[in-house]
């Protein structure tokens, strides 16, 4: 188990840019951050800024042009295509806005998907964040069946019962109203704290932002305090 303290993420000199030819734009321009085990930190930035680029990268989504991205003391940019999609299986987690539910599932299944590819199932654990999620009620239904609010917490909760060192969330909130979004965020902060887990997550929002232990601000490409 990595201590507290310990560098989980750490992104080095990376660069990226989008476009060819004279519609080329540089996005990162030599990012350096580093994010500690346990801790919370949101990212922030204007729109087109490379918020979502750059936490695309760290999940080895994308390819950076230069630089290297280090996963739990593996460099994510060496790694092929089935090495990254092995890394997203056992150690870090993604949560988008758009909730990426799986509709022939129910939320029992749901919850239980990332757990069973990391061969970490754990029906106790899968039990126990569904009921702190408010899902034990709803554990049947499809996601069709569930408000945004509900489907976002089945998203959360099949990302935490894989037990990942590090999640990257994007704009997880983004598609829920301010209240229903403030709670949600409230449940996943609760949970990523007692488990000990890393988050990094993209945020528009300032006050959504000061919820997190730090916050980390993108513009022009670079990452400034």
């Known amino acids: 188990m990595i201590g ?46 490379g918020k979502s680029t750059l936490l695309h990268l760290a999940a080895g989504l994308d390819d950076a042009e230069s630089g290297t991205i280090i996963l739990d003391g593996q460099d994510v940019t060496a790694l092929n295509d089935a090495g990254r999609a092995a890394l997203r299986r056992t150690t870090v987690g993604v949560i988008f806005q758009q909730f990426n539910l799986i509709p022939s599932l129910n939320v029992a299944a749901n919850i239980a998907f990332q757990a069973r590819l990391a061969n970490r199932a754990d029906p106790a654990w899968a039990d126990a964040l569904a009921r702190r999620l408010g899902l034990s009620e709803h554990l049947r239904k499809y996601p069709e069946q569930l408000s945004g609010g509900q489907q976002q917490r089945v998203a959360i909760g099949r990302t935490l019962a894989a037990r990942p060192k590090l999640i990257l969330a994007d704009e997880p909130t983004g598609n829920l109203d301010e209240d229903t979004g403030t709670r949600v965020l409230d449940l996943m902060l609760e949970l990523v704290r007692e488990t000990g887990t890393t988050l990094l997550m993209v945020t528009h929002s300032g006050r959504l932002a000061d919820l997190l232990d730090r916050r980390a601000h993108l513009e022009r490409g670079r990452i400034t305090p």
């Open 4 to 49: 507290k303290g310990v560098g989980v993420l750490t992104l080095t000199n990376i660069t990226k840019s989008w476009g060819q030819g004279d519609a080329r734009q540089q996005v990162l321009r030599g990012i350096d951050f580093k994010l500690a085990a346990g801790q919370s930190c949101a990212l922030t930035g204007e729109s087109g800024s």
